[in-house]
């Protein structure tokens, strides 16, 4: 695996930006997966001055395709993951807003929900797959929405929220009542099919599960270690992110 480690947060921004633009210069129609949380927001914030610059960076045929969404939540609502998207990157640059998926979590009963899940998979094979996808990680090294336990094989399903996520999650919340407890993500399986995976990670509160992740046991308690799996697997993360590694291999 590669490990790139950069000072702060805005440097890791710096270099994902880096390697999500070296990525869309080698196709035509770029298909990438996208993350939300507060970890990609320097890395969106750089496409956008990029784009806004005229430097080449171009969204205009590029794919994309969101690894999580909560249920309940309509695209309208502020803590949605397609309201994240469209506001942190998708209006401030040239993308066609109908090639941005982000998985429904609006469609009700068990049935159609797997059903769109499945929908969510044949779009992406479609389109020949992800090129690069952009991941954060949880503090208990989850992946998407994929928690500890998640099966390593899985595809895109619905997830039960763990308590320590909601707890997370709750900061952009007017109460923790009101956090969702389930969610629609990409499993463990659909992103170990992308060709590149791109993890960030910043700040101490993510040290243990960059470690976990990186110098533990390919295990299910940590979904991230399935990345150990990949053969295109790299990760800017800051010197918070990588106080407890041990090993002195990595790239600064
Ligand atoms: C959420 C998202 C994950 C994200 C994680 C970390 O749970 N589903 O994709 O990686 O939060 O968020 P943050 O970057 O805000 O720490």
Do not use: W
């Not at 070296?22 to 196709?27: A, D, L, N, S």
């Not at 129609?29 to 890395?43: D, E, K, Q, Y």
């Not at 998979?121 to 990680?137: F, S």
């Amino acid at each position: 695996m590669r490990v790139i480690i950069v000072k702060n947060a805005e440097e890791v921004g710096k270099r994902a930006a880096d390697l999500i633009e070296q990525e869309m210069k080698q196709h035509r129609n770029p298909v990438l997966g996208l993350a939300t949380g507060s970890t990609p927001i320097p890395t969106y914030k750089e496409l956008i001055r990029r784009c806004k610059k005229g430097k080449g960076m171009d969204f205009s045929t590029a794919i994309t395709f969101n690894l999580d969404e909560y249920v309940g939540l309509p695209g309208t609502h502020d803590q949605s993951y397609r309201y994240f998207m469209n506001h942190q990157l998708f209006n401030h640059v040239n993308v066609n807003k109908k090639n941005t998926h982000v998985p429904n979590g609006m469609v009700r009963g068990m049935k159609a929900i797997q059903q769109s899940c499945d929908e969510y998979e044949t779009m992406i094979d479609d389109v020949g797959g992800v090129d690069m996808q952009l991941l954060g990680i949880g503090g208990n090294g989850h992946i998407g929405f994929n928690e500890p336990g998640s099966s390593l094989g899985s595809m895109t399903r619905i997830k039960t929220l763990s308590l320590r996520t909601r707890k997370d999650n709750a900061r952009f919340f007017k109460s923790m009542r009101e956090v969702p407890r389930l969610a629609i993500t990409m499993g463990i399986g659909t992103i170990l099919k992308a060709r590149k995976v791109v993890l960030l990670a910043t700040g101490e509160s993510k040290a243990q599960a960059v470690a976990d992740s990186l110098e533990g046991p390919v295990s299910a308690m940590c979904p991230a270690s399935a990345l150990q799996l990949h053969r295109f697997a790299t990760y800017v993360i800051d010197k918070g992110a990588a106080s407890k590694l041990t090993l002195d291999t990595y790239e600064h």
